[in-house]
């Protein structure tokens, strides 16, 4: 990840939400910036649906603040949150997370070691190990009710098109978030 912000990356809302922002939620941790147009990728919009989608575009800056904040205000009996990161982010998702012990009922992982994959071509081994490497943080948002696990890895399948991590819209990702929602 480069230290310089990518300026047609970061132009653009830091959040596009759709869907009823009082039910269910999905909030996206989106480090390359989709929605820039201040709508969500067309694969996610079938989910709004369902769920109110927060996508909060990393390279905007204020993002994160924003996902702290939807995370952090959520109380008992609140509807349930869901956080969706890919390899760069998956860090500050479980920090975020973490900081907000119960909040989230899933932390859905893209990628997670995305650089590892590249590195030995297996992306189930590297994000595996990745888990393994995280379990201290992993077993403690568990134990606070969280659901931990890695949903969608990239491939050698030309379909993917792109190194990983696999994009947040890439169409893969958005069938295995509905599958680990049970909104199939």
Excluded: Y
Excluded at 1 to 13: H, I, L, T
Excluded at 91 to 110: I, N
Aim: proline share 11%.
């Amino acid at each position: 990840m480069s230290a310089e912000p990518d300026p047609v990356r970061s132009e653009g809302p830091s959040v596009v939400t759709a869907g009823d922002p009082s039910g269910p939620k999905v909030i996206v941790l989106d480090p390359a910036g989709a929605a820039k147009h201040d709508e969500l990728p067309a694969t996610w919009r079938p989910l709004t649906e369902k769920r109110a989608v927060f996508w909060c575009r990393v390279p905007a800056g204020g993002a994160l603040t924003e996902a702290d904040d939807l995370v952090g205000d959520a109380g008992p009996g609140d509807p349930e949150i869901a956080v969706v990161a890919s390899g760069p982010f998956v860090a500050e998702a479980l920090q975020l997370v973490e900081r907000h012990p119960g909040a989230a009922k899933h932390l859905l992982l893209v990628d997670p070691a995305s650089d590892a994959f590249l590195a030995s071509g297996d992306a189930s081994a590297a994000n595996d190990a990745w888990l393994a490497e995280h379990d201290d943080v992993v077993a403690k948002l568990r134990e606070a009710g969280t659901e931990v696990r890695v949903v969608a890895s990239s491939s050698e399948n030309p379909d993917d098109r792109v190194p990983p991590p696999l994009p947040l819209g890439h169409p893969d990702v958005v069938t295995a978030v509905r599958s680990a929602l049970g909104l199939d």
